[in-house]
């Protein structure tokens, strides 16, 4: 079975500072996708960044990137330049194309909290 | 704007009512839909997969008397939770799958709270 693991229950940093989010998956699949989706307090689910598994370059978007390497099967989410909206709840999710439709399996998931 | 729709936000009421909650691809037809539930402080649980036009899929110790979806369009799925009790009492989620190589869109979510 696919498992998602977020060893970070919690972090805080203090505004504009980097933080890095560590994430590890347990696979037999060669292709999928990983994605870090943000709660916020408001509990809406906002997808932040995916990557395909068949894909070596990291992804990124804007102050958001991932430090992917599959061998080790590890997903880290590194935000940089930390503002007080990205105060939230992070999870990594990880979804196996070869079921189908994309169910996905979520980590425990991490607080963040940015500090003014 | 928002592509997924899910009605109701917010709702309370006694023990052994029936609640029924909505979801609403506003700019896709969805085949399959997911349903999820989250308490509090933890993370989100797949309930079922739902399929337009045939049963739902539940999963592992998810007992789909309890939570019964239908998918009878291909913009709405419905689940109700039949006979709630207090321990029903959750965040229910919602998502749209838009295709293989795209990711899911999710609803703003239902916080039901059983009395």
């Known amino acids: 079975a696919q498992t998602v693991t977020q060893s970070q229950p919690e972090m805080s940093v203090q505004e504009a500072e980097t933080v890095t989010l560590s994430c590890t998956y347990d696979?037999?699949?060669?292709?999928?996708?990983l994605f870090w989706y943000k709660q916020p307090p408001s509990r809406q689910m906002i997808l932040v960044i995916r990557q395909e598994a068949y894909k070596q370059q990291n992804a990124t978007e804007n102050r958001f990137s991932v430090n992917f390497q599959k061998a080790a099967k590890s997903f880290s989410l590194k935000i940089s330049d930390s503002q007080l909206g990205d105060t939230a709840m992070y999870f990594c999710?990880?979804?196996?194309?070869?079921?189908?439709?994309?169910?996905?399996?979520f980590g425990q998931g991490t607080r963040l909290t940015i500090n003014p | 704007g928002a592509v997924v729709s899910q009605h109701p936000s917010w709702v309370i009421c006694k023990s052994g009512t029936s609640v029924k909650i909505e979801c609403r691809s506003l700019d896709f037809q969805a085949t399959t839909m997911f349903w999820y539930r989250q308490f509090p402080k933890q993370s989100l649980m797949l309930m079922a997969t739902?399929?337009?036009?045939?049963?739902?899929?539940?999963e592992q110790g998810v007992e789909k008397d309890k939570f019964l979806i239908n998918h009878a369009s291909l913009t709405l799925s419905t689940l109700t939770v039949t006979s709630a009790h207090p321990e029903d009492s959750s965040f229910y989620i919602c998502?749209?799958?838009?295709?293989?190589?795209?990711?899911?869109?999710f609803g703003d979510g239902t916080r039901l709270s059983i009395l």
């Open positions: 998502s749209v799958n838009r295709g293989q190589r795209q990711p899911q869109h």
């Open positions: 739902s399929n337009e036009g045939s049963k739902a899929t539940y």
């Open positions: 999710a990880f979804t196996p194309p070869k079921q189908g439709a994309q169910k996905l399996v």
């Open positions: 696979t037999s699949e060669n292709n999928y996708y």
